[in-house]
């Protein structure tokens, strides 16, 4: 008896996701799961939509990436002076970019398409790139 290839790769999907869980490396299980929400979007749109809604509550620093995380890390600081090079400034405040509502409509256009890659792709269209 075989075993389809969807069950393998989510066989595969949930130990490494298990694996990264219990290894504690949070930044390495939101990566993980982007992974997973990409390759299962085209199959099942609704597991991508669960998948994102889950990621985006846990996820307190919205996305960002984990190389630009300062924290822990001592910034340079001048060999004579001994004053530092940067500035660290912690914002939590965000406004979004003032655009004309042309824009926003386009943008919330391709927003929507890539959410329901499933259904256009059912309907033989593609999204924008």
Not at 5 to 32: K, M, P
Request: no cysteine; charged share 25%; net charge negative.
């Amino acid at each position: 008896m075989t075993v389809p290839d969807d069950r393998i790769d989510r066989h595969e999907f949930l130990v490494q996701l298990t694996r990264l869980a219990l290894s504690g490396r949070q930044n390495d299980v939101f990566t993980y799961v982007r992974k997973i929400i990409r390759q299962v979007q085209s199959s099942d749109d609704r597991l991508a939509e669960e998948l994102s809604l889950l990621l985006a509550a846990a996820n307190p620093r919205g996305g960002a990436s984990p190389l630009r995380d300062l924290s822990g890390v001592l910034p340079p600081v001048d060999a004579d002076t001994k004053q530092s090079l940067i500035r660290i400034e912690t914002s939590t405040s965000f406004e979004p970019p003032i655009l004309e509502p042309s824009i926003v409509e386009t943008f919330a256009q391709v927003v929507a398409e890539q959410r329901h890659l499933g259904r256009l792709a059912a309907e033989g269209l593609s999204a924008t790139k």
